[in-house]
Structures are given as C-alpha cells and as structure tokens.
C-alpha cells in the first residue's frame, strides 16, 4: 500500500486566493483527519471523518475551511480565501485501529 | 493548560547514550501513540499502546494506565533518532490530542 498520499506537496499561493489541498487515505480505513501544523500552535485536529461523514469540525479556525469527503477514497480541505497566518504544514491522516499519516502540504500564502 | 504534556521539550544527547521521553495526559484513554517527525516533516507512527509494553528495534514504550503516564526509550541511540518524538492520546472519542513534541538531536 502506497501509504496516506497527499497533493500537492508544497503550495504557495497569493492572499485572497483559493487553495484545494488533498488526501487519500490508505483502503480500508474508515476515519479520516485533517490537521494542521504551526511552531506556535504545534499540531492541531481541523476536521475527522468517519466512514466519509464529518464528526467533528470545531476545530477548524473559521468559516474560510472547509473540508469534503464525497468517498472513502478522496478528501480535500479548502480554504476561500486564504490569508497569510493560514501558512503552515497541514496533514492528513487515516485509521482503522492506528493512525497513518501523509507526508504533508507546506502552504505558503504571501 | 494541553491536555498531554511531554517533557523534556529539548533533548540532547550524544550517540549511544539512552534517551527517555516522558508523556502525562489527564483522563482515561483508549490509546496513546507515539509518533516521531522527521526534519524533513514526514510523520510516522511508531507505536500505539493501551496497557504495558512494546518494542520495536532499539525502541521500547511503557504505559502505565493507573499513573496516566507513557513512556519512550531509545536505546544506543544515534544520529539518525534526530528527529521531533510526538505524544498522542485518544480520550475514547476516536480523534487524537497532541503533545507538544521533543526535540532530539543526537550527535556523533
């Protein structure tokens, strides 16, 4: 298995634009998250899927995110507009019993 | 205050020495994983515990349930171990909560 695969790998992209950033996770697996990386924060749950359905999305910082899962095989995670403090690695990561993550997306907004 | 608190923040050492990272959370858990990133930013797993011990390699993590405490050892540790060692609890609710991270460097 290829592993929990993410795209793009690095972004970088002029404030007030959209960015579509994406996951898909390992088959099987039912539960799905989004997090996000900063120095000053560390590593932050947005959003987790279960079985394709949001559960949980009171982690995501405002209403410029949002995140869709249509199926088990695909998610993304947008942000309309983008500012420049919406800068960090964001992860994605999918379960069934233990937690496997991307490797990442490095989104620079300047 | 972080509902998991890892210590220390800042860890050296040099090569072949005997590395432990401590990790406390707050409430009962289903699961604590212990995670390490590379330089690079890439996230592995390395274990995930809920009673007990494991071991993989030159890696070993505790836990001890009643004192709400994880523990991860690196023996004969090396250069290559440099990287930042995450704390991850999973209070029954299916999401996890990080710790805030241990940064080892490890010199030759």
């Known amino acids: 298995d290829a592993g929990v695969i993410q795209s793009p790998r690095h972004e970088v992209t002029e404030m007030g634009q959209e960015v579509t950033l994406r996951c898909k996770p390992i088959?099987?697996?039912?539960?799905l998250f989004w997090y996000r990386q900063t120095m000053m924060r560390g590593l932050e749950l947005l959003i987790y899927?279960?079985?394709?359905?949001?559960?949980?999305d009171s982690g995501m910082p405002e209403d410029r995110f949002s995140a869709k899962m249509p199926n088990a095989s695909f998610s993304t995670l947008k942000i309309q507009p983008s500012e420049p403090r919406d800068s960090a690695v964001y992860f994605c990561?999918?379960?069934?019993?233990?937690?496997?993550f991307g490797q990442g997306t490095r989104l620079t907004v300047v | 205050k972080n509902e998991v608190e890892q210590s220390p923040q800042n860890l050296t050492a040099q090569e072949g020495e005997f590395i432990t990272i401590n990790c406390s959370y707050s409430?009962?858990?289903?699961?604590l994983h212990w995670l390490q990133q590379h330089p690079g930013g890439g996230i592995v797993s390395l274990f995930m515990?809920?009673?007990g011990k494991k071991k993989h390699g030159r890696l070993i993590a505790t836990i001890n349930i009643q004192e709400k405490h994880s523990s991860l050892h690196i023996t004969a540790s090396h250069p290559r171990d440099s990287a930042v060692y995450i704390c991850a609890v999973d209070y029954n609710t299916d999401k996890l909560i990080f710790g805030t991270g241990t940064r080892l460097q490890v010199f030759p």
């Open positions: 515990l809920s009673s």
């Open positions: 899927f279960n079985n394709n359905v949001p559960i949980d």
């Open positions: 088959s099987g697996h039912n539960s």
């Open positions: 990561a999918s379960s069934l019993d233990r937690a496997f």
């Open positions: 409430v009962g858990i289903s699961a």
